[in-house]
């Protein structure tokens, strides 16, 4: 019992936070062609989900040496012992650099940090926070002391080696309020380009790149010819989110027609379209309905569905109907279900939720529509099925849920399709180690895990889009991926373009940076929204 409260208090304080060693100078390989698959009979080896984060043991050879409760400053080299540690591989540790930590606490349960050192040697921030110990010539000691919820904090790293470029293993510690709290090992990843990669590989090319002035964008939406991106608030809150639109006729020279913001409610997290109605979802006002009729000046309409104030994180159309889920209100969120047989006039039909609510954090976080059922990520309560046939009766049909006792796992984006007569889901998570999970879910009492795509476990995925027999995700820190899954088992990587730059202004230490929004409209050009560069178009594949 006490190792899950610690482990849950651990990933609550990690995901409230949100958010050395030299680079590889050899030059980029290009992966080897895979081997074309031979078309999928519908047979498969069910495997068992070692879920998210896989517990592979201490880290390193260390330790930080007072015990839990002690009073002290826990901001001091002194108190680790690396008598092990191979102390002279720190002398490779680049003295700048994005790194994304895993944790693996004593007790031997996850959590994660990052932490940012800019190349000009001014201070850097770890979870955000300024650093108070910046140490990353010939060694590797970091820390921050910062105020979170009325607790004083501290957060202390010591290097212990470079196994490999690229990565630095050591001890750290957390304390609160002036004793120490849990420690344990890290393994930090510098965030450059992964597994020694180019910038490119597969035929992905950049056609352009243009900049978003406002917030942190994170999804995008194309209709006639139009990109419609929006942005929450800046992690920083200086600057609000909103919307932004791009007139994309010529997809080499996007133009800016219009962007829009609202005092105190700019925190606009996705859209979508039906004919003249733009939808956007906003934290405070549920869903905002825009006439479109003019697809470069957008005209608010009105927000659904009125009344208090609904936090709407996530859309889909399907047919002449809108779904707008909801994280909140606690403890399990929920999804709304509009008729918009008349597009700019959504009337809402109901609104339910997943039985679910025991989870550690059972919020709804988005859905896809499919065959009168609708999949919805309820993160870590897992993948939950919907009867939706009858909007006035959903019924809830199966879950696929995660192993947790001694882990961490999210269920947040998916799509599905059909293939060779079995009902596949494509499902992925959000933090650390999340990754691709394929699912056959042609009976959702019973869906077993048929294959996974996992890049490095530091990373973590965003968004996918399904377009035929290729599945285009957002990877966050991975840039855009592309895979051909016409065999499930075997997702098989055809493409990649990394858009993850250390240089990129206004980069932060941050997990969830990089790719994030991802569209494929069908007119020949990838839609990637990155969360410093803004809106990037490539060539579909």
């Not at 990520?377 to 046939?389: E, M, Q, R």
Request: negative net charge; aromatic residues 10%; proline residues 7%.
């Amino acid at each position: 019992m006490a190792v899950s409260t610690l482990r849950r208090h651990a990933v609550v304080l990690s995901l409230s936070g949100l958010f050395i060693a030299c680079s590889d100078t050899s030059e980029p390989k290009e992966p080897p062609p895979p081997e074309e698959p031979a078309s999928w009979d519908g047979t498969y080896t069910p495997l068992v989900d070692p879920t998210d984060w896989v517990d592979r043991g201490a880290y390193a050879s260390c330790a930080f040496t007072p015990p839990r409760g002690t009073e002290l400053d826990c901001d001091d080299p002194a108190l680790f012992d690396l008598s092990q540690c191979e102390l002279g591989s720190l002398s490779t540790v680049d003295p700048h650099g994005i790194y994304q930590i895993d944790l693996r606490h004593t007790a031997g349960y996850a959590d994660f940090a990052s932490i940012r050192v800019p190349q000009d040697g001014s201070t850097g921030t770890l979870d955000g926070f300024a650093l108070s110990r910046q140490q990353l010539t010939g060694t590797f000691h970091v820390s921050a002391t910062y105020n979170q919820r009325g607790v004083n904090r501290q957060l202390v790293f010591a290097g212990c080696a470079v196994p490999e470029p690229g990565l630095v293993t050591g001890c750290f510690v957390r304390c609160g309020n002036g004793k120490v709290g849990s420690s344990g090992t890290f393994e930090a990843a510098r965030m450059t380009w992964g597994r020694n990669e180019a910038e490119s590989a597969g035929g992905i090319q950049l056609v352009s790149e243009s900049a978003v002035a406002l917030g942190r964008p994170v999804d995008v939406y194309v209709h006639r010819q139009h990109a419609y991106v929006v942005s929450v608030n800046r992690l920083d809150g200086e600057v609000p989110g909103g919307l932004t639109v791009f007139d994309v006729s010529d997809p080499s020279h996007p133009v800016r027609t219009a962007q829009i913001t609202l005092p105190g409610d700019a925190f606009w997290n996705a859209a979508w379209t039906k004919e003249d109605a733009l939808y956007i979802a906003s934290r405070s006002s549920g869903v905002f309905v825009f006439d479109i009729s003019q697809p470069g000046t957008p005209i608010l309409v009105r927000n659904v569905p009125g009344g208090a104030p609904i936090d709407v994180h996530t859309l889909f159309v399907d047919g002449t109907r809108l779904y707008a889920v909801s994280p909140g209100p606690a403890p399990r969120g929920e999804t709304l279900i509009f008729d918009i047989s008349a597009p700019l006039n959504p009337i809402l039909l109901n609104r339910f939720a997943a039985s679910d609510t025991t989870s550690l954090i059972p919020s709804a976080h988005d859905s896809f529509a499919y065959q009168d059922r609708l999949y919805v990520n309820h993160f870590s309560s897992g993948y939950v099925i919907f009867d939706v046939k009858d909007p006035m009766n959903p019924i809830e049909l199966g879950t696929y849920t995660f192993d947790t006792e001694n882990s961490f796992a999210t269920s947040h984006a998916g799509a599905v399709t059909t293939l060779a007569g079995r009902t596949i889901a494509f499902e992925g998570g959000e933090y650390q180690g999340a990754h691709l999970r394929v699912l056959d879910v042609t009976d959702p009492t019973n869906i077993p895990l048929i294959g996974r795509y996992k890049l490095r476990p530091q990373t973590s995925i965003h968004n996918m889009i399904l377009k035929g027999q290729k599945l285009y995700i957002a990877y966050y820190h991975e840039g855009l991926r592309v895979l051909d899954v016409s065999t499930p088992p075997q997702p098989r990587e055809l493409a990649y373009f990394n858009t993850f730059r250390e240089s990129d202004p206004g980069r932060t230490d941050n997990l969830l940076e990089g790719a994030i929004g991802i569209r494929v409209p069908g007119d020949g050009h990838v839609y990637v929204v990155d969360t410093a560069r803004g809106l990037l178009i490539f060539n579909e594949l």
